[in-house]
């Protein structure tokens, strides 16, 4: 049974910064995609970060764009993404999603393609 459970979320001031984490187990992370999304209220889940391997492929939404990155150890099957110059506007439930085969070009950016989910972890950034 696969399990993604994420971690690292919070309240935090504009201009702050935070980690989460998203451990998975029965699940081999290998040269799968994964990816970090999150949903706004009243918002569609947006697809913010994916990588595929240790980073041979990488890709941000413009949105968060030279303020998060996004990193995994496979060693530890953990998917990372470091937040940094947080704005109100990133205020969501963040969650960590897996696909369960492999995406050949890239990875996929839709929630569509990806079979795994963590439970989320909230974020609020306060003005």
């Known amino acids: 049974q696969v399990q993604l459970v994420e971690s690292g979320g919070g309240s935090v001031q504009a201009g702050g910064s935070l980690r989460l984490s998203c451990a998975a187990s029965g699940y081999t992370v290998g040269d799968k995609c994964m990816g970090w999304f999150r949903q706004a209220p009243g918002k569609e889940r947006e697809g913010i970060a994916f990588?595929?391997?240790?980073?041979?492929?990488?890709n941000y939404a413009d949105s968060v764009k030279g303020r998060f990155t996004i990193a995994r150890d496979n060693d530890k099957n953990t998917v990372y993404l470091q937040m940094n110059s947080l704005e109100p506007e990133d205020t969501a439930v963040y969650y960590c999603a897996a696909r369960a085969t492999y995406w050949f070009s890239g990875c996929a950016r839709s929630p569509n393609e990806y079979n795994y989910w963590g439970q989320g972890t909230q974020v609020t950034v306060s003005s």
């Open positions: 990588i595929k391997r240790n980073g041979d492929y990488i």
